[in-house]
Structures are given as structure tokens and as C-alpha cells.
Nanobody
């Protein structure tokens, strides 16, 4: 079993920055890839970024590429999402997820079997 807890959300002005954290616990948590997803009001949950267990493979949604950075501190069992140059359209609940589906890619929701509760990010104009 894996437990995930997000933190770091809040209210920021456009152009500002936030760093989200995803703390993972569980004896097998280190064997999973980690993804970040977000869900804005009235929209489906969408892929943001993913990082492999070893940290050697990263992927970003086109909408955040160049602005967001995902990283992993294996010693702390924590994954971070550094968000810079935030825009109002980044406003959403951000979720971290852990998992590994052998037949799917890590950009899909179905790839992940464990999800955190989400943290709200609001970007004001």
C-alpha cells in the first residue's frame, strides 16, 4: 500500500511561484512512478508531469513545459512540483499519484493506482 499527501498549494498572483510536495509512505512506495495531475472546475483531471522511480525519465504536458519542474528526493520519499510563471489557467486542484501499469504509459490516469487528496492552487490575475 502507498499513501500520498500533497502540500504547498495556496493563492498566488499571476507570474508567481509555488512548490508542491507529495510525501509518500509505504514499504513499496519507492517502486512506483509518480505523476502530477490537476483538475480545474468543470474539467476533467489532466496530466501535468511525471517522473520515473529513478528520476531518469521525466515528461511534461505542453501547457506547463518550461514553467514547471518535477523532481524526486528518494531519501525523503517526496516528489516536488516547482511551478513558476503561474497563470490564472493553472488554477486547479493538484493531485499526485503513484503506480505502474505494465500496459499503459505514465501520462494516463489509469497508470496510477494510488492518489493523494489534492491541494488547491489558485492564481489570481
Amino acid at each position: 500500500q502507498v499513501q500520498l499527501v500533497e502540500s504547498g498549494g495556496g493563492l498566488v498572483q499571476a507570474g508567481g511561484s509555488l512548490r508542491l510536495s507529495c510525501a509518500a509512505s509505504g514499504r513499496t512506495s519507492s517502486s512506483y512512478d509518480i505523476g502530477w495531475f490537476r483538475q480545474a472546475p468543470g474539467k476533467e483531471r489532466e496530466f501535468v508531469a511525471t517522473i520515473s522511480w529513478g528520476g531518469g525519465s521525466l515528461s511534461y504536458a505542453d501547457s506547463v513545459k518550461g514553467r514547471f519542474t518535477i523532481s524526486r528526493d528518494r531519501a525523503k520519499n517526496t516528489v516536488y512540483l516547482e511551478m513558476n510563471s503561474l497563470k490564472p489557467e493553472d488554477t486547479a486542484v493538484y493531485y499526485c499519484a503513484a503506480g505502474h501499469h505494465p500496459a499503459l504509459g505514465p501520462r494516463t490516469r489509469e497508470y496510477y493506482g494510488y492518489w493523494g487528496q489534492g491541494t488547491q492552487v489558485t492564481v489570481s490575475s
